[in-house]
């Protein structure tokens, strides 16, 4: 079984609510009061008239709730348009508000240089989540130039005052060597400072470091710890994670019922790693009940995904009627498939099946396979 942490980038768009914090406009700290408390409909009587009179605070918050449909029809169009408004006069939670309509083409066509621009005017003013959508672009080359210099710099700003998700992507950085010189220890920093505030990408990250001894010494108890914080978030790999730790009493004692809780917790969010773990258990009964059948159903989700481990072990199904009908010609396009992935046994199983069957079945195998 194959034991993963994720290490990808993920763009969060949070629309940042604060209070206005220049000029008090009459009615507008009744208006926030109100909307702190979810009375949309006098937030939106109090905020209304100050927006039309050029208050960008109201502005911003009438745009998030057209957006939401909070007090209001959810209009996207309308949303930005307030966004914009309060943006050019330079309110950062507009100005990085708009630049996610614009990212994403709600509401507004979409125009990923227009949204950097958007985001580098908000992260200028310090923006913490600015600047990690900003970082964001800059890693993915979404509407200027890929660099992971700038990337690292941009998360480095947010990571510092505190946001999690760019504490987690700088650690990403480091662990991978991508802008900065690869360093296992500070990676490990940085997805700590994320999984102490609750993380569960950062929770995984810090306790595939611990699986691993990467960055920190190894240490199986820690990883299960931080993988079962993830895991308790619904954090499909985490659960996945865990379960590997269960199966293997790594860190925890060995106990194959508590692997499968686990597996099936991810399996049921679609995570192919932990279906073709499950289909492993099921099939060879090892906390749960031997059942061929089960044992072929999860091969199958995690095959369909192109899971290379599963194509081999749904072939080898179909090779030996275990969970369904001996099917010679399955097994050998299931085989090829792992095959293509370069998984060495597919290769090997697939000359043996290919030695038993009929001219008629080895025509219609590769009339499946395309070749």
Same mark, same amino acid.
């Given at each position: 079984?194959?034991?993963?942490?994720?290490?990808?980038?993920?763009?969060?768009?949070?629309?940042?609510?604060?209070?206005?914090?220049?000029?008090?406009?009459?009615?507008?700290? #009744?208006?926030?009061?109100?909307?702190?408390?979810?009375?949309? +409909?006098?937030?939106?009587?109090?905020?209304?008239?100050?927006?039309?009179?050029?208050?960008?605070?109201?502005?911003?918050?009438?745009?998030?709730?057209?957006?939401?449909?909070?007090?209001?029809?959810?209009?996207?169009?309308?949303?930005?348009?307030?966004?914009?408004?309060?943006?050019?006069?330079?309110?950062? &939670?507009?100005?990085?508000?708009?630049?996610?309509?614009?990212?994403?083409?709600?509401?507004?066509?979409?125009?990923?240089?227009?949204?950097?621009?958007?985001?580098?005017?908000?992260?200028?003013?310090?923006?913490?989540?600015?600047?990690?959508?900003?970082?964001?672009?800059?890693?993915?080359?979404?509407?200027?130039?890929?660099?992971?210099?700038?990337?690292?710099?941009?998360?480095?700003?947010?990571? #510092?005052?505190?946001?999690?998700?760019?504490?987690?992507?700088?650690?990403?950085? &480091? +662990?991978?060597?991508?802008?900065?010189?690869?360093?296992?220890?500070?990676?490990?920093?940085?997805?700590?400072?994320?999984?102490?505030?609750?993380?569960?990408?950062?929770?995984?990250?810090?306790? &595939?470091?611990?699986?691993?001894?990467?960055?920190?010494?190894k240490d199986?108890?820690?990883?299960?710890?931080?993988?079962?914080?993830?895991a308790d978030?619904?954090?499909?790999?985490?659960?996945?994670?865990?379960?590997?730790?269960?199966?293997?009493?790594?860190?925890?004692?060995?106990?194959?019922?508590?692997?499968?809780?686990?597996?099936?917790?991810? +399996?049921?969010?679609?995570?192919?790693?932990?279906?073709?773990?499950? !289909?492993?258990?099921?099939?060879?009964?090892?906390?749960?009940?031997?059942?061929?059948?089960?044992?072929?159903?999860?091969?199958?989700?995690?095959?369909?995904?192109?899971?290379?481990?599963?194509? &081999?072990?749904?072939?080898?199904m179909y090779?030996?009627?275990? !969970?369904?009908?001996?099917?010679?010609?399955?097994?050998?396009?299931?085989?090829?498939?792992?095959?293509?992935?370069?998984?060495? #046994?597919?290769?090997?199983?697939?000359?043996?099946?290919?030695?038993?069957?009929?001219?008629?079945?080895?025509?219609?195998?590769?009339?499946?396979?395309?070749?």
């Open positions: 079984m194959i034991y993963r942490a994720i290490t990808g980038i993920t763009l969060c768009l949070t629309l940042v609510l604060l209070p206005f914090q220049g000029k008090a406009w009459a009615g507008y700290h #009744e208006g926030f009061a109100a909307y702190s408390r979810h009375d949309y +409909a006098t937030a939106l009587r109090e905020f209304r008239p100050l927006a039309e009179q050029g208050h960008a605070s109201a502005q911003n918050y009438l745009g998030i709730m057209y957006q939401n449909g909070w007090g209001v029809p959810v209009d996207n169009a309308t949303a930005a348009q307030w966004y914009r408004k309060a943006a050019e006069q330079g309110n950062a &939670f507009a100005q990085n508000n708009l630049g996610v309509m614009l990212q994403k083409g709600k509401g507004v066509p979409r125009n990923l240089t227009g949204a950097v621009s958007w985001y580098r005017k908000a992260a200028e003013q310090g923006h913490a989540q600015a600047q990690y959508n900003l970082g964001y672009m800059y890693q993915e080359g979404q509407g200027v130039t890929q660099s992971d210099v700038a990337a690292v710099d941009w998360y480095r700003r947010a990571a #510092e005052q505190g946001h999690s998700m760019a504490q987690n992507n700088l650690g990403v950085s &480091f +662990a991978k060597g991508r802008g900065v010189p690869q360093n296992f220890s500070r990676a490990s920093e940085w997805y700590r400072k994320a999984a102490e505030q609750g993380n569960a990408l950062a929770q995984d990250n810090l306790a &595939f470091m611990y699986r691993n001894g990467r960055g920190v010494p199986y108890a820690q990883a299960a710890a931080w993988y079962r914080k993830a978030q619904g954090h499909a790999e985490a659960q996945n994670n865990l379960g590997l730790l269960y199966e293997h009493g790594q860190g925890v004692p060995q106990d194959y019922a508590r692997a499968a809780q686990w597996y099936r917790k991810a +399996a049921d969010q679609g995570n192919h790693w932990a279906q073709n773990n499950l !289909g492993i258990l099921y099939q060879n009964g090892l906390g749960v009940a031997q059942d061929p059948a089960q044992a072929v159903y999860w091969y199958r989700k995690a095959a369909d995904q192109g899971h290379a481990a599963a194509q &081999f072990n749904l072939g080898a090779q030996g009627g275990l !969970g369904v009908e001996r099917d010679f010609v399955q097994a050998y396009v299931w085989y090829t498939r792992a095959a293509a992935q370069g998984h060495a #046994e597919a290769v090997t199983n697939r000359s043996s099946v290919l030695s038993v069957m009929s001219p008629a079945q080895k025509e219609e195998a590769r009339r499946r396979v395309g070749r």
